[in-house]
């Protein structure tokens, strides 16, 4: 098993910037990709960002390209979102998952925590 905890988020004025942090324990040498998504209300959750275990392969969703930055700290073993010019329509309760297989689905899921963009 993998155990998720996240940390970070919270209000901020549009323009801002937050960062979000997901620490991985347990059989993390089974985890092959982490991702981070995200669920506003009444809607659907989206993809956000992913990249690989590794720290190489990441990927964003259109609507945070050049605004959000995905990372890995080896000596953490933590994946961070890096949240820049952050706009009203980025709020939303964001989660971090890791996945064993590259072409399954998400297996572990973090807490949620809430992110909140004032305009």
């Known amino acids: 098993q993998v155990q998720m905890v996240q940390s970070g988020g919270g209000l901020v004025q549009a323009g801002g910037s937050l960062r979000l942090s997901c620490a991985a324990s347990?059989?993390?040498?089974?985890?092959?990709?982490m991702g981070w998504f995200r669920q506003a209300p009444g809607k659907e959750r989206e993809f956000v960002a992913a990249?690989?275990?590794?720290?190489?392969?990441?990927l964003y969703v259109d609507s945070v390209k050049g605004r959000f930055t995905i990372s890995r700290d080896n000596t953490k073993n933590t994946v961070d979102l890096q949240m820049n010019s952050l706009k009203p329509e980025d709020t939303a309760v964001y989660y971090c998952?890791?996945?064993?297989?590259?072409?399954?689905?998400?297996?572990?899921w973090g807490q949620g925590t809430q992110v909140t963009v004032s305009s």
């Open positions: 998952a890791a996945k064993k297989d590259f072409a399954g689905g998400y297996d572990y």
């Open positions: 347990g059989r993390t040498f089974s985890i092959s990709r």
């Open positions: 990249i690989n275990w590794s720290g190489l392969s990441p």
